[in-house]
Nanobody, 125 residues
Framework: QVQLVESGGGLVQAGGSLTLSCAASGSIFRIDAMGWYRQAPEAPGNQRELVARISSYDSTHYADSVKDRFTISRDNAKNTTYLQMNSLKPEDTAVYYC????????????????WGQGTQVTVSS
């Protein structure tokens, strides 16, 4: 069974840094794009917002609100993605979720999406 497990969340003061990790485990054959989303209680409709995304060939995309502050990376050998977050602001407070919408398990025929359980990031002012 495939699992995505996030770690690295916590409480930090504004201006500080945190690094989130997301490790995918199980009988994995291939993972295409991976990404980080966040969900804040005050978000309209409580929707998850795309924060950053990285393709299998390391092409990256960032939300405008985190450009030049956050960096996404991945280690394909470890099936792990990272989110380095610098210059954190109180508005970055949210539950951060790891995602892949295209993961192929060993012996599988179709790509499937997976989500992690989320990790809380709280930035105090």
């Amino acid at each position: 069974q495939v699992q995505l497990v996030e770690s690295g969340g916590g409480l930090v003061q504004a201006g500080g840094s945190l690094t989130l990790s997301c490790a995918a485990s199980g009988s994995i054959f291939r993972i295409d794009a991976m990404g980080w989303y966040r969900q804040a209680p005050e978000a309209p409709g409580n929707q998850r917002e795309l924060v950053a995304r990285i393709s299998s060939y390391d092409s990256t995309h960032y939300a405008d609100s985190v450009k030049d502050r956050f960096t996404i990376s991945r280690d394909n050998a470890k099936n792990t993605t990272y989110l380095q977050m610098n210059s954190l602001k109180p508005e970055d407070t949210a539950v951060y979720y790891c995602n892949t919408d295209r993961l192929l398990v060993v012996g599988g025929r179709n790509y499937t999406a997976y989500w992690g359980q989320g990790t809380q990031v709280t930035v105090s002012s």
